[in-house]
């Protein structure tokens, strides 16, 4: 008995087949590793490279594995260059989805948990996000998570299938030395990348109706996403009634200046961000609250800011 966690070789991925490891739980990971690093899947664990559209492949890694449930981490997930390859964007986040639902259900496997994303809610006007925000995506990636949720609470009718999603902002932090974030679009990245080639990070836009003028976010550590996946899968191994979305979000949120100050404070770097104009339909301040997470997936922030920003920066300076 094991769980598949499909895009387990990335950077989230990698933290939630660790955390399945830590409470003892075998564990299977697909990948095809168009974003993700084989090197970052511990050893002694069971890795197929393959694309989850590959329907023969899933069902294959399924029963051979004797797998249980699913832990769906797999996707293309960059927001802005959704806009310009929409189709793309379907074929892997929804397509796949659909194919990985139609492998599950032919292996007889009945319990998924989803990795949503905030970006189902677009750019609320409201102080905290919650579950029952209304949800108004403004890019194929935030439409093609949402489509994804509809089609788990679909499959549900159809079949019973044990499901929930679980939807969230900012990723940040390391729970590993050896487990960084590769995006080229994330903010730490960006930062660090920018201090390591001695150049200057840059803030777009710092007249913003907020504390110090700039936006402010939730900045979550990766880790403790990681614990709440894992928590998710053990309700529904178990059979627990869960509800069907949760926001991992931090309740208050923190400002990009603050983490910048942060970032030079750890990095001993010292630097003044150069101030960019604002990136167009930013909002001022986006902030969920994890209430609900709390109460059913031992959902909490275990980090501080400048706990999240040393272990990213360790890890990648690592890397280097």
């Given at each position: 008995?094991?769980?598949?966690?499909?895009?387990?070789?990335?950077?989230?991925?990698?933290?939630?087949?660790?955390?399945?490891?830590s409470?003892?739980?075998?564990?299977?990971v697909?990948?095809?590793?168009?974003?993700?690093?084989?090197?970052?899947?511990?050893?002694?664990?069971?890795?197929?490279?393959?694309?989850?559209?590959?329907?023969?492949?899933?069902?294959?890694?399924?029963?051979?594995?004797?797998?249980?449930?699913?832990?769906?981490?797999?996707?293309?997930?960059?927001?802005?260059?959704?806009?310009?390859?929409?189709?793309?964007?379907?074929?892997?986040?929804?397509?796949?989805?659909?194919?990985?639902?139609?492998?599950?259900?032919?292996?007889?496997i009945?319990?998924?948990?989803?990795?949503?994303?905030?970006?189902?809610?677009?750019?609320?006007?409201?102080?905290?996000?919650?579950?029952?925000?209304?949800?108004?995506?403004?890019?194929?990636?935030?439409?093609?998570?949402?489509?994804?949720?509809?089609i788990?609470?679909?499959?549900?009718?159809?079949?019973?299938?044990?499901?929930?999603?679980?939807?969230?902002?900012?990723?940040?932090?390391?729970?590993?030395?050896?487990?960084?974030?590769?995006?080229?679009?994330?903010?730490?990245?960006?930062?660090?990348?920018?201090?390591?080639?001695?150049?200057?990070?840059?803030?777009?836009?710092?007249?913003?109706?907020t504390?110090?003028?700039?936006?402010v976010?939730?900045?979550?550590?990766?880790?403790?996403?990681?614990?709440?996946?894992?928590?998710?899968?053990?309700?529904?191994?178990?059979?627990?009634?869960?509800?069907?979305?949760?926001?991992?979000?931090?309740?208050?949120?923190?400002?990009?200046?603050?983490?910048?100050?942060?970032?030079?404070?750890?990095?001993?770097?010292?630097?003044?961000?150069?101030?960019?104009?604002?990136?167009?339909?930013?909002?001022?301040?986006?902030?969920?609250?994890?209430?609900?997470?709390?109460?059913?997936?031992?959902?909490?922030?275990?980090?501080?800011?400048?706990e999240?920003?040393?272990?990213?920066?360790?890890?990648?300076?690592?890397?280097?």
């Amino acid at each position: 008995m094991a769980w598949l966690v499909t895009g387990g070789a990335g950077y989230i991925g990698a933290h939630v087949v660790r955390a399945f490891q830590s409470e003892g739980i075998d564990v299977v990971v697909l990948d095809s590793l168009a974003s993700g690093h084989s090197s970052f899947v511990p050893e002694g664990v069971p890795f197929v490279r393959g694309s989850i559209l590959d329907r023969e492949l899933v069902e294959k890694t399924l029963v051979d594995h004797a797998v249980t449930g699913v832990v769906h981490v797999a996707g293309f997930k960059y927001a802005g260059v959704s806009v310009q390859k929409p189709l793309h964007t379907y074929e892997q986040n929804v397509t796949g989805t659909a194919v990985l639902l139609e492998a599950m259900q032919a292996s007889g496997i009945d319990k998924i948990v989803f990795s949503s994303s905030a970006a189902v809610y677009g750019t609320p006007d409201v102080d905290l996000v919650t579950e029952d925000t209304p949800k108004s995506p403004q890019s194929p990636y935030g439409e093609s998570k949402l489509i994804g949720e509809w089609i788990l609470r679909d499959q549900e009718t159809a079949t019973g299938l044990a499901h929930t999603s679980l939807r969230y902002f900012n990723v940040v932090g390391s729970g590993y030395d050896d487990v960084y974030d590769t995006s080229p679009h994330n903010l730490f990245p960006l930062v660090f990348d920018a201090l390591l080639a001695d150049e200057t990070p840059r803030i777009n836009g710092n007249d913003y109706p907020t504390p110090d003028g700039t936006c402010v976010r939730d900045y979550i550590h990766v880790a403790d996403l990681a614990l709440s996946h894992v928590a998710a899968a053990k309700r529904l191994e178990a059979g627990d009634r869960i509800e069907p979305v949760y926001n991992l979000g931090s309740g208050d949120g923190v400002s990009v200046g603050e983490i910048m100050r942060t970032v030079a404070d750890v990095t001993e770097i010292a630097f003044t961000p150069v101030i960019a104009p604002r990136r167009p339909g930013d909002p001022a301040r986006i902030v969920a609250s994890g209430e609900r997470a709390a109460r059913d997936l031992d959902w909490k922030m275990r980090h501080s800011l400048a706990e999240m920003v040393s272990s990213a920066w360790d890890a990648r300076r690592r890397a280097q």
